[in-house]
């Protein structure tokens, strides 16, 4: 059994899709692209798709990730091509690599974000990452479905600073101020998500977009405690193919590869 893992995208009014909403389109994806995908056992056999840490919904994304496992073995990229091909445009399938290595879920210890917050002053905006910075805690509650949280949101996060040279990855463009803010953050339990920020930097520093913020996930994998960066999670994979290229990442990939940097 050869399994597969595929980095992908949401760009674009696909951001809005929700994680079923995607299993939907991939899975009719695999279909339309004839994978010889293996099936769970039992009553209601599933393709054996495993999806690790999804954005979430209404967020974009350079970097998601799933694992397949399949009954015949395929070359990774010209499996990369027909997916994506069987996909909505905005649901990308960008990257494919033969699982050679384990544990790729428990490489994804943490997010690069990028936060963009249109119609706010960056100098406003950098008065309230320096509030949070300073603060011991952040208070910050969550509607659950047990009712509401209140958590401390200040432990996971790892750097929270402006990013104003940055060429933005998200998608919405604007003649009106604009900061936009770089966020590293641990997955944690429970989860700190970008809103989870936007909530405690209006808690320290009463920072409130007119508009909601456009929240663009740049990268996930492995964390780097010493410089804070956040690394491939599929690198190790790469590494361990002697037969494989090297891989040439530009433009948006570059960002997101270095995004903590």
């Not at 809005?16 to 009553?43: I, N």
């Not at 996971?156 to 998608?171: E, K, M, Y």
Request: aromatic share 4%; net charge neutral; hydrophobic share 45%.
């Amino acid at each position: 059994m050869q399994r597969i893992r595929l980095r992908y995208t949401k760009r674009g009014r696909l951001r809005f899709t929700s994680h079923r909403d995607f299993q939907r389109a991939f899975e009719r994806a695999l279909r339309r692209a004839e994978v010889p995908m293996a099936y769970s056992a039992g009553f209601t056999p599933h393709p054996k798709v495993s999806y690790a840490n999804a954005a979430p919904t209404g967020t974009g994304s350079e970097a998601e990730y799933l694992e397949i496992a399949l009954t015949a073995s395929r070359d990774p990229e010209r499996l990369r091509a027909l997916l994506d091909e069987s996909m909505p445009a905005g649901l990308d399938i960008v990257e494919a690599v033969e699982a050679r290595t384990p544990g790729l879920a428990d490489r994804l210890e943490a997010s690069v974000w990028e936060l963009r917050l249109n119609g706010v002053d960056p100098a406003e905006a950098e008065h309230a990452v320096a509030a949070f910075n300073g603060a011991a805690a952040v208070e910050v509650q969550r509607l659950t479905k047990n009712g509401m949280r209140t958590f401390d949101a200040r432990p996971a996060v790892v750097s929270l600073r402006s990013a104003q040279t940055h060429r933005s990855a998200a998608d919405r463009p604007t003649d009106q101020p604009c900061a936009i803010l770089r966020l590293v953050v641990r997955h944690v339990t429970p989860a700190v998500r970008p809103d989870d920020v936007l909530s405690g930097l209006r808690a320290v520093a009463d920072l409130a977009p007119p508009v909601p913020a456009a929240v663009t996930r740049l990268a996930q994998g492995l964390l780097d405690e010493e410089t804070g960066t956040v690394t491939d999670p599929l690198a190790p994979d790469r590494e361990a193919d002697p037969a494989a290229p090297a891989v040439s990442v530009g433009g948006a990939d570059a960002a997101a590869a270095k995004a903590s940097a």
